[in-house]
């Protein structure tokens, strides 16, 4: 059985950063691609940024070059450094460990808001 827990939400001031955390527990992390979603209000979930098992990145065009992913397998965790946040990035941010279509877990969530 695998859990995710996040953390590292909060409230920011458009143009400052935050860092998201998750944890999995579990075992075999570094066998399987982790994601990080976001999901606004009204919105749908979307992909914000993955890092597969071998530790290629992927990112939607409207985080690229502000929002960076990271692992550490030893830490069982996975990261999310956010730079240069804008309103547009408010949203509840989930944590996703997938090692196939049949096997994707989600975290429960943090919240994020980007306000002055």
């Known amino acids: 059985q695998v859990q995710l827990v996040e953390s590292g939400g909060g409230l920011v001031q458009p143009g400052g950063s935050l860092r998201l955390s998750c944890v999995f527990f579990g075992s075999m992390v570094r066998f399987y691609d982790m994601g990080w979603y976001r999901q606004a209000p009204g919105k749908q979930r979307e992909l914000v940024a993955r890092i597969t098992s071998g530790g290629t990145t992927t990112y939607a065009d409207s985080v690229k070059g502000r929002f960076t992913i990271s692992r550490d397998n030893a830490k069982n965790t996975v990261y999310l450094q956010m730079n240069s946040l804008n309103a547009e990035d408010t949203a509840v941010y989930y944590c996703?460990?997938?090692?196939?279509?049949?096997?994707?877990?989600w975290g429960q969530g943090t919240q994020v808001t980007v306000s002055s």
């Open positions: 996703n460990a997938a090692i196939s279509s049949l096997n994707s877990y």
